[in-house]
């Protein structure tokens, strides 16, 4: 890595020019900043000013925002498995929390790929899903990580010290103001510490290498905990409904979610009960604005330990040759489509944020292209100057390194560059499969048979199916699929979503 250096005395300055500064396709540091759960519904980056992220959107203002960026599935495990391998759900073999994408290849993850070629590799929080493939003690992928591995305390909860308010039979409250912890008694807080020390140290290495280094925080998953402070910034009355708190008409049954994750918190059970919470029934609108501002307390908290490790990176000099990531590992709905939490295929679960500032590239971009959070090892190889995997074959079992994205760089370079025509997403339920096309006006999801031998949809095996216009319905009020004037244009999205990704085309 190459250090800060001061110019003092011309014939040094030349002497240290000559051994010491990167040539033109030196390699890039890379910080890559995982938020979870983290809806792209924040700060003026993604056009909501009531929740305030003053450092994300400094962020944005020196690179890239991605405005329609999708998830492979709105859950973390699946999201996470797909993006650290670059391979969707049906190649990784992972549907669950707990699955471990080595069950399906002994493939070389995106942490693993830097090691490989030469970084220094370290990582602390919320990366891969806590526990999986090699455990906790390793980051859950021993090869990745040249450096101990941080968890902060409470890992699944990111609370403190896993013992936040609890109801009878030890179920917890889905949101805690606390107003004893300072910033770094917290779990996130402790991860930005952590982050920061080794942006110190990786300033002191002997050996001149790169780093790769990835900060996960946990926080606004549910639970929603934050120091007080940061509850004090959204008064409860100054706090929106959301705009559609209603499931869509025509809905087919196995599309809704009946909020099981939201749910199993004592007091989200208690308000769902006595507003007779269902499909057609919504929360209070006291209950729907309580939860949304412990969501925006809990997003301005991380917000502001995303900052510190920023500033860190200002501060020793490191800024003007790191690539900067954020990401979302999936959507988040608060009462829209009357849904809790993540687990659908509706926009507010699989749409994500994605922030890039890369050295070179466009400072205060915008790209309204139909990105994926499978283009992400592609990209992060691509700006920090490694080769770029290639396109996974359509078994790709045996192949290490590969890619079923593509790389964003020439958004980052030229967000307007033409880009894909769609996104693919996916939810398991009920023993079969909810496949999900997002294109530039529409959504078309089709709730199949699922093969779980070959990892393959049935498609011939139909349990139901919805088409959302994101022109004439930008809320997804009403599932046209019946609508005999949409049957061409069904028709074509059927057929589209069936050709899969390796099919889409530019526009």
Not at 129 to 146: N, T, Y
Request: glycine share 8%.
């Amino acid at each position: 890595m190459v250090k800060p250096f001061p110019m003092k005395l011309f014939g040094a300055a030349c002497m240290v020019l000559v051994c010491c500064l990167p040539a033109a396709e030196a390699k890039k540091n890379v910080l890559m900043i995982a938020v979870d759960d983290l809806r792209p519904h924040f700060g003026k980056v993604y056009d909501t000013p009531q929740v305030l992220t003053p450092n994300m959107d400094k962020l944005a203002s020196r690179g890239v925002t991605f405005k329609r960026t999708y998830c492979q599935a709105a859950t973390c495990g699946v999201s996470r498995s797909s993006l650290l391998t670059g391979r969707r759900p049906d190649t990784t073999h992972v549907l669950s929390n707990g699955g471990c994408f080595r069950n399906a290849g002994n493939w070389t993850s995106l942490p693993h790929y830097f090691r490989q070629n030469g970084y220094v590799t370290a990582g602390g929080g919320k990366i891969f899903h806590p526990g999986v493939c090699d455990g906790l003690e390793f980051g859950e992928d021993r090869l990745a990580w040249s450096q101990p591995y941080y968890h902060a305390p409470c890992p699944q909860l990111g609370s403190l010290p896993c013992a936040e308010p609890r109801g009878p039979k030890t179920r917890p409250y889905s949101w805690f103001s606390n107003e004893t912890a300072t910033d770094d008694q917290v779990p996130d807080g402790m991860i930005a510490m952590n982050a920061i020390e080794r942006l110190h140290n990786f300033t002191k290495l002997e050996v001149d290498s790169p780093f790769f280094l990835a900060v996960g925080f946990h926080k606004p998953h549910l639970p929603h905990i934050a120091p007080k402070k940061y509850f004090d910034m959204y008064p409860l009355e100054n706090i929106d409904l959301s705009k559609n708190l209603h499931a869509p008409e025509g809905l087919p049954a196995v599309a809704w979610n009946s909020c099981g994750e939201f749910r199993s918190y004592r007091d989200a059970e208690q308000e769902a009960s006595q507003a007779n919470f269902s499909q057609n029934h919504s929360l209070s609108d006291t209950a729907i604005k309580t939860h949304r501002r412990a969501y925006y307390a809990a997003t301005t908290f991380t917000d502001t330990q995303v900052g510190r490790v920023l500033d860190t990176l200002d501060e020793l000099g490191l800024t003007n040759n790191t690539v900067v990531m954020l990401w979302g590992d999936h959507g988040w709905h608060l009462g829209e489509n009357n849904e809790w939490a993540k687990h659908t295929n509706f926009e507010h679960a699989t749409h994500v944020p994605l922030l890039i500032s890369s050295p070179g590239g466009q400072e205060g971009g915008v790209s309204e292209a139909l990105t994926e959070l499978v283009d992400v090892y592609p990209t992060l190889a691509d700006l920090a100057g490694l080769p770029v995997p290639t396109e996974c074959p359509m078994n790709s079992s045996a192949v290490d390194v590969c890619t079923e994205g593509r790389s964003l760089a020439p958004l980052v370079a030229k967000p307007t560059t033409p880009w894909s025509s769609a996104a693919f997403s996916q939810w398991p339920k009920g023993g079969g499969m909810g496949y999900t096309l997002r294109t530039d006006r529409y959504r078309y999801t089709e709730w199949v048979g699922y093969d779980s031998k070959t990892h393959s949809p049935q498609w011939s095996v139909q349990h139901g199916s919805e088409l959302y216009d994101f022109v004439e319905d930008p809320t997804e009020t009403m599932n046209h699929v019946g609508d005999a004037k949409m049957a061409e244009l069904v028709s074509q999205l059927s057929s589209q979503l069936h050709a899969g990704w390796r099919n889409s085309t530019m526009h």
